[in-house]
Structures are given as C-alpha cells and as structure tokens.
C-alpha cells in the first residue's frame, strides 16, 4: 500500500488540479484534440486556414500563459500540481517559453506554402512513393492537414516533459512528443522515400530509447520504491552510491541523451534531420532539444545533485563526445541539413558542457543557450526550406540542400543568403550574435567550476565548427558559379506565402538583440535558474 | 598649489566668451564634415564656407580672450566641461576643455593665421579642381589643432594630437596622383606614430600611477611627490619622444622636409607656424612634470641644441626654397624646445618665439608661395634671382619676414630670440656654455641660410629658366601677406612690452615661482656678440649670392664632404634606412615567414587531420539501424562501466 500511495498519491478527496498552473500544457493538447475533431467534421477547402489558425492561437495562448506565469514565478511555482505528477518550477516555466516560442516560430514555417500553393508535406501519406495513387492525389490538390494536430500533440508533449513531477508523466510526455514526430518525419512531400527511411529508422532508434528510459525508471524504483522525483531525491541521500540507482539514473539520462542527440546516442540525427520535411526538422531540431534538455535538467538539478560526484565522469565523457564528434564529423558533410545535424549535436556537447557543472552559472548559461539555439535553428532551418532547386526548364523542384547547389546564392537571393549567413554566425558563436552570449556563459560556467577539460574541449570545438558555418557563407558569397552544374540545378529562393519570412525575421531579430543587448535577457534567465529542491 | 586653484575655479562660472570655447572646435569640424559629405555640389561654395569658419572660430576665441582679460590674472583659468567620455571602473575621464593663458595664445594664433592662410589659398588653390576638399581638410586640420590645445587632458589632447596628424597627412599627400607626394605622406605619417607611441606610453604610465589623466589631477600629484623621479623621468622622456615626432626634432627630424610636398598654404600653416610647434607646447604644459626631473628636462635641452643646430646646417645647402625654409622650421623649433626646457622662464619665451614665429615663418612661407605662383611652382633657388624688382610686394614681406628671422632690432623675432639666448647664459658648470654658445652660433648660421635664400630669391642676376614672366600675386594672396608681414615687425616688440612673460606665468610658474638669475655673460655683451655674428652670417651671404658681382651657379657646383652631407640632410634617411627601415624589414620578413610556414602549416595541418579524422568518424553512419542501435547498446555500457567504476 505504501508504493501505491507514493505513486499516485491519491486520496479518498481525489486530485486537486491547479488549472491555471497546467494552462500552458492543457491549451495545446486541448486544442489537438479540437484539431482532430476538425479533420473529421470541417468542410476541405476550410481545413487548412482553420487548422493554421486553431494551432498558432493555441500556442500563443499557451505561451503567453507560461510568460505570465514566468514574470512573476513565485506566485506559481508549486511541487505539488495536480497530485504530484507536474512540478511547477521556474527553469521549467523557463523551458516552457522557449519550447512555445520556438514551436510558434517553427508552425509559421510549418504552415507556408509557397505562391503555388505547395506546401512541404506530401498529399497523401498513405500512398506509395512513385505510384498511382500518389500521382491522382498531387493532381486532386488534397492538402495532408493532419499535420497540424500531430505538430499540437507532439507540442503539448513538449511543454509537459519538462515539468513532469513522476517518471511516469515524463515517459508519457517522451511518448506524447515522440510519436507526432515519427510521423511528421515520414511526410516529406519530395524525396519521399528518403522521408519514410528516417521516419522508420527514428521510430525503432526511438523505440530502443524509450525502452531504456522506461528500463532505468524500473531499477530506480527498485532502489527507492517510487517513481516520484522528490521521493526519489530524498531517498537518494539515504540510500548513498547505491549501484542500482546509479546504473538506473544513467539508463533515464541515456533515454534523454537519445533525445537530445548526445554522442554515442546520436546517430539516427544526420540521417532523420536530412529526411524529414525541412520544417519538421526545424521544428524538432528546436523544441525537441529545449524539451529534452528540460527533462535533462530536472533529473540532474533537482533528483540527483547528490550523486553527481560519481555521475560527473559519465557525463563529461558524453560531453567531450559530442562536442568533439559533431564538430569533426560536420566538417566533412556536404548537404546543408546534414551539416546542421551535425552542428546541433555539438551544439548539444556545448550546452551540456555548461549543465554538467550542477551550478547555478551552469544553469542559466544552458537556459540562455537552449532558447538562442532554439530560434536562430527555426530560423536556419526556414532559409533552408525556402532555397529550391530549379531544374534546366526553370521549374521549382524540391529544396536544394547539397552544399554546391548554394554556390552563388548571394547573388541569386541575397536577402536569404544575409539571413542564414546571420544564423551560422551565431551557430560559430561570433560576438554580437546571441550565439557568442550563449557560448560565453557556458564555457564561462564550465571553467568556473574547474573543468578545464570541457571548457577547453569547447573551445577547441567551437573554433574547429566555424570552419564548417563559415565554408557556407564563402560557398554563398564569394564562389562563382560551379564550373559543372550542379546535380538537380541551382538552389534559389523560392516566393511563398510570406509566414517563413515572418519566423525568419522575429528569429533573426532575437538573435542580434540578444547578441547585442543580452543583459536583460541573461537577467531574466537567472531569475528563472532554480529548480524547487525537495 | 595652483593646480588646486585650478579645479576650484572649475566651478566657477566662465565668462559667456569662455564658455562658448567648445564653438571654436565644432565650427571648424562642422564644416569639415559639411565639405567631405556633401561632396561635388560643395564645389561652388566650399571655399567660402571654409573661410568662413576659420574666421567664426576666430571671433569667438577673440571674443573668449577679451572676457579672460577683464579678470584678475590668478582667475583667467578655466576648465570647461563637455560631457563624460569614458566612465569605467575606477576610470572616470570628462571630455573638456582648460582655456588660461597658454591655450588662448595658441588659440588666437591658430585661428589667425589659419584664417589670413584660408583667404590666400582661396585664391592659390583656385585652379585646383580639389579645392573643396582641400578646405575641408585644413578646417578638419584648424579643429583638431584648437582641441590639441584646448584639451583639459592628456587624452583630450590625444585626440586633438591624432587629429592633426591625419590632417598633415592628408594635405601633404593632398596632390597624392603624384608618388613621391604620397610616399612623403606616409613617411610623415609613419615619424608621427613612432611619436605617438610616446605619447601613449607617457599616458599609461601616467595612468599606473596617478590613476588620472586631466593636467590638474597629472600635477597636482606631481607636486605631492606621489610618484619618484624616476617616473617622472620615464614620463619627460617618453613626452619628449612624442614632441620630437610632431616637432620634426632630432632624431625623428627626418620626415618634415618632404612634408613640403604639400601645398604651400599647408607648409605655412601646419608645417610652419601651428601643428609643427605642438611638441613645444606639449612640453611647456608639461612643464611642472620637466621641473621634477632633471634628466628629462636635460634631454630637452640636448635636442633642441642639436636640432637648432641641424637645421640651421642643413638650410645652408639647400637650393630648394621650400625645404631650406623647412629646415629653418625645424632650426626655429631647436630654439623653442630649447627654451622650454630650460624651465619656467625659458618657456615664457619659448611660447613667445613660437608666436613671433607663427608669423614671420607663415609670412615667408607664403611669399615663397607668392614666387612659385609667379615662377610656375618653380622652387629651385638657383633659377630665381632679380625678382625684387619685379614683385615688389613680396620682396617687401618677405624682407620683414627674413629680417625678424634674423633678429635684427626691432623686428618681431629679436625680441623672443634675444630673450631664449640670453636664457641659455642662464645656469652654472658646463650647461650655459654649452647651449648659450650654441644658441648664439645658431643665430649666425641662421642669418646666412635665410640671406642666403633671400638673396638668391630676390636679388643678383636674373637666372631664370626660358618662358617665364614673373608677375605680382592676386590681392587675395597679398593681403594676407602684407598683415603677416606687419606682424613680423611688430608683434615682438608689442608681446614684449605688453610683458607677455608676465601674462603667461600663471601657466608656465604653476609649479612655483621662478627665481630671476643673472646669464653667466652680461646681458649686453650676448645681444652685441649675437648681432655681430648675424651681421657677419648676412654679410657673407650678400657677397656670395646678393652683390651685383656674385656668381651663382645655375647647378649646385660640385662641393666638398661636408656640403654634399647638408645637401643630403646629413644622411638622416640613410640613417633611417640602415638602422630602423632595413632591420624593420627583416623583421617582418622573418614573422612572414614564421607565419606562412610555422603558423599556416600548423593551422593547415590541423585542418587536414581534421578532415581525415572527420572522414573515418563518418564511416560510423552507416545507414543501418542495426548498427545504430548497436553504438547505442555499446555507449550505454560504456556509460555503466564508467559510472560503477567510479563507484568502486
């Protein structure tokens, strides 16, 4: 009775829930659901314009809900929301704004299309790649606006991950956010085949993620005999180095490390990042990151900081790892989506190289961070949606993403070209980009507290990275026309609707403002740096 | 004790005049900007905006000296704020301005003789099709001149320093579609920063132990002993070392007479009677610094001897007019920083000769302007000869301006002259010897070259090349010519009796009252002995190149060692050449080196292990999920063994 009790903590009263407290997570998977229902019941023509707008009103709503509630944390931080299972704290109200911002960033490119009325996804995702089927579908326009209510779910999921109070609400949030994505990966409207590979690969390597996690939760309950994070905390003191809760809490973070893209966890990144539809890859390449670092936070600020001397040395290694694999292997990468796969796993390395250190420095520099990678990501990854390749006829084709296809884009569309040049500039970590802010606070973090080896590492990696974003902006600026057309033709910027325009601008605004006047931000991302500890 | 007045007085209220002072540096810039912004369709106007605001700053600057001359002298000192330039840490620095007694003097001599120099090159510059710019220039010039001496601190003067030292450049390489022009440009520009180096060392030094840069707080600490002498010295020294690179002084001389390949309007204002004399004031603002050290006033006092000597030298051989009046120039400034450094007295005088010199030397300058605008540009002297009877006008300045040079009672330069060789009698042991016969000697040598150029201008047979018809300049030019000329005569005379000394002292005594000595030789036997020796220095020069019987070669005759090594500004560019330009070059070479093989090797070469390394890394993605999931399983174990063996 006493592991029930602790589990789910219910009483004979029942639950009370906080609805104001859980708004952010509730508005979004609420509306998912109304989504689902408007597939079912709305007329066709008006299914897509309903859907965009049912979604960002969604996630404007919940941001602004997790914004109210971040200006003034201690009227609502809270352990004990709805049961136990939602912790309310201030570095997860932290994580909630920047997962809704960039998932508001991310829908805009999402939603466009361009003047043609193409959008990314394919007609028919059912239908076999090359087939008939396939064919009448193009040609009766149908329109895959089921999207939407997967890019709401798999939102929601986000948005809950990282205030997850149990470890079953955070696996259920892992599978909420997962699922939508698996599926989302596998609609490319080009190149389906390639699309449908990495939905599949994303899937199983998913699959055998989830499983550890869920692996891991088993042996921590085994130690502790709750799945609470607080039960658990404070059994950790007791119980000491116990080798079945640390062997535990490394199966929970390999689960995460899967998540965000950590070395040796990594692999299915390059080959999903480049199958996916473009802002589908943005989209996770953001949210899912800020999400998973979220959950990663709160496992290792508020469950474990008393195991972290004998967790350190596991960590430091994926650390290393991952910044150093995802820069040397980017070097060599010649598809821009591939080469931005690769960036943000080291991307990854560097924010873990600040969140290892379990301070408060290390803290608001991986939060700060988290929320500038997010939307200059949104951002990159909207350039690359918008760069076509045209074949010898002049027809739009699909995106040109081989790095020869952008030789001389500044010259064809140089707006874009200025924009992503902006982007990589902040991924290099360049000063007056948000990007050198994020990278300073982190390495400053790291070598605060000693080590040496992750904030040297890092700095040898960033250096080394530059190479790669920097060889874009000489590929786009100062290279002529290749000697050899390229494969498929020349990427150029391609007219749309304009809502990819608007995230690239609001993306490209908060990366400079925030690489030019990061003070205010860096203050209101320390106010928000504590996890409730038990 | 008087640096503590001074920031009294700062919260004083000055006089509308004085706290209009700010005016006279935004005009100028303003214009300055107006000139190079607006580009072509200033053309038609620029001149005269020009003028113009040389002339505004002018009246305002008259205007702030006549409301400092209704105060009593101890209140004719004020700083006035402009805003808070640099607040960091500890380091609080307000951009200001110090208007007293020796700001206001360069002030007025600035806008003066910056105005008269404006209106004559309206009419010398009037076939340049760049003549805009050429305004714009010499304002921006005038602005950072005035903020050089304006400043209230080193750092403002800084500023004021590099200001002037861009407008030189700019000018002297004004006709810059000329190589050799240009290359003097740069060769100026280069001398300029190795002084400039000084002047930054002075500054950082001065901020590690005063912990301020403003003159008051600089010597208010000084005369509290805060810092020890050898300090002090450092700081003289380094001070100096910049003085030389703007007062082209021994040994940074080198570069001020291919500065004449300026416009003559330039060489008279910038490299004759203003921004050349910065290293002067610099040091006489210093001067509660130089009184703590010896050692550095000494330095001083050894370059300017052998710069007044050099000079003086060097301007016996030349034959091209405009470089044997730069070599003057630099003689001429030998003798300031002579005075300067021979303390509160000496810089009374040296403040005093650097006025009358002001105008005689921009006089001269000009009227060798004149000659060349007659004698299309023309400046070999030995192709010159019997112009004074064809421009009248000119031959008469110009006599004004050589008989002050000369020191010839009562025109200006005898007054301020006299008193700087009487000054060096001043002393005990072996130093009043030395540079009051120096001095003295410098005075005859002066009195041969400037004959000697004036003569061969103007007098003797007519040498002139075929197809040319010399002819009086413009009003425009001669006007400004003719006031100069009125200044040379008098202003000596006039500083003299107003007791200019007396007005200065509360600047230059700031450190103390100076105690009157007597010269080590009566005063009269010096002024007999000094004009004897320009006598003689004048009369020889008549009999070689004025009388109706001299023959002046048309060639520079063949001459013995010590001719040719004047002739070739006693291998001062050789001199350069073999100790800073050659091992300067090998030591670049040799980091070019060190960088294209060692540094780029070591960049490439990790480039290239990185690519490798990269390549065989990608080799992991394979493609398959099996693989995958296999470094997954792999990683996890690894993850496990790390964290238990930490555990056991």
Partial sequence: ?534 | MNGIDLTLLAAAEAPTGVSLMWLVVAIPLASAAILLLAGRAADAWGHILGVAASAAAFVVAAWAFFAMLGRAPAERSFNLGLFDWITGGDFNLQAGLRIDQLSISFVLLVTFVGTLIHIYSVAYMSHDPDRRRFFAYLNLFVAAMLLLVLGNSYLVLFVGWEGVGLASYLLIGFWNQRLDYAVAAKKAFVANRVGDVGMLIAMMVMFAHFHTLTFDGVFEQVQADTASTAVLTAIGLALLLAACGKSAQFPLQSWLGDAMAGPTPVSALIHAATMVTAGVYLVVRSGPIYIHTEGARLAVLIVGAITLLYGAIVGCAKDDMKKALAASTMSQIGYMMLAAGLGPVGAAFAIMHLLTHGFFKAGLFLGAGSVMHAMKDQVDMRRFGGLGTVMKLTWVTMMAGWLAILGIPPFSGFWSKDKIIEEAFVGTGWQPWVFGLVAMLGAGITAFYMSRLFFMVFHGQARWTDDQHPHEAPPLMTVPMAILAIGSVDLGGILCLIGFAKWLEPVTQAAGEAAEAEPVLAVPVITVATLVLVLAGAALAWVKFGAKTAQVPVLPPPANVLVKAAREDLFQDTANDVFLVRPGQAVVKGLTAVDGKVVDGAVRGIGCLVQTVGGGLSRWQTGFVRSYAASMLAGVILLAAIVLAVWL
């Fill in chain 1, 1 to 534: 009775m006493m592991f029930h009790q602790s589990i789910l903590n219910t009483d004979a009263t029942g639950i009370a829930i906080e609805w104001d407290r859980l708004a952010p997570v509730l508005i979004v998977l609420g509306a998912a659901v109304v989504a689902v229902l408007v597939e079912a019941f709305v007329p066709r023509k008006a299914r897509r314009p309903v859907q965009i707008i049912l979604s960002i009103l969604a996630v404007v709503a919940s941001g602004l809900m997790t914004l109210m509630m971040a200006l003034a944390p201690s009227d609502y931080i809270s352990n004990t929301v709805a049961g136990v299972a939602v912790n309310l704290d201030p570095a997860a109200l932290y994580i909630q704004l920047a997962v809704a911002t960039s998932a508001l960033l991310g829908l805009l490119v999402i939603a466009d299309r361009t003047v043609q009325g193409e959008d990314a996804f394919t007609p028919q995702a059912a239908s076999v790649p090359g087939s008939e089927y396939e064919d009448q579908a193009r040609r009766a326009g149908l329109v895959q606006t089921d999207v939407y209510p997967l890019v709401l779910f798999a939102t929601g999921g986000m948005m809950l991950f990282p205030v997850a109070g149990d470890l079953l609400t955070m696996f259920v949030a892992l599978e909420v956010l997962s699922l939508p994505l698996y599926l989302l990966s596998g609609m490319a409207r080009h190149r389906r085949l390639l699309s449908q590979e990495a939905s599949l690969k994303y899937f199983l390597l998913g699959a055998f993620a989830s499983a550890f996690f869920l692996f891991g939760s088993a042996w921590v309950f085994g130690a502790t005999g709750s799945l609470n994070l607080y039960v658990i905390a404070g059994s950790m003191t007791e119980l000491g180095m116990d080798p079945i809760l640390l062997v535990g809490v490394i199966l929970i973070c390999v689960g995460l490390f899967f998540k965000v893209g950590a070395v040796p966890f990594h692999s299915w990144t390059p080959d999903v990042y480049q199958g996916a539809p473009t802002p589908i890859t943005g989209f996770m390449a953001a949210c899912t990151k800020i999400a998973a670092f979220g959950a990663l936070l709160r496992v290792l600020y508020s469950v474990v900081p008393s195991l972290k001397v004998d967790l350190k040395p596991a960590l430091w290694t994926v650390a290393i790892l991952t910044m150093v694999l995802g820069t040397v292997v980017g070097v060599v990468q010649q598809d821009v989506k591939r080469m931005l796969a690769y960036s943000a796993i080291a991307h990854a390395g560097f924010i873990l190289s600040g969140l290892v250190t379990f301070t408060t420095d290390g803290l608001t520099g991986s939060l700060f961070y988290l929320f500038t990678y997010g939307v200059a990501t949104v951002g990159g990854f909207g350039v690359i949606a918008l760069i076509r390749e045209v074949d010898g006829e002049g027809h739009m084709r699909g995106e040109a993403t081989a790095l020869d296809q952008w030789r001389g884009l500044g010259r064809r569309s140089p707006v874009l070209a200025g924009a992503f040049s902006c982007f990589l500039l902040t991924f290099a970590g360049i000063p007056l980009t948000s990007g050198f802010v994020g990278k300073f606070a982190v390495f400053s973090a790291a070598f605060g507290d000693g080590a040496w080896a992750l904030g040297l590492t890092g700095l040898a990696c960033s250096a080394v990275a530059a190479f790669f974003y920097f060889r874009v902006i000489v590929v786009m600026f100062f290279s002529g026309e290749p000697a050899q057309p390229a494969r498929g033709g020349l990427g150029i910027g391609v007219r749309t609707n304009g809502l990819t325009q608007v995230a690239i601008t609001v993306a490209l605004a908060l990366t400079l403002v925030l690489g030019v006047v990061p003070g205010w931000f860096l203050d209101f991302t320390q106010s928000l740096s504590y996890f409730i500890m038990p």
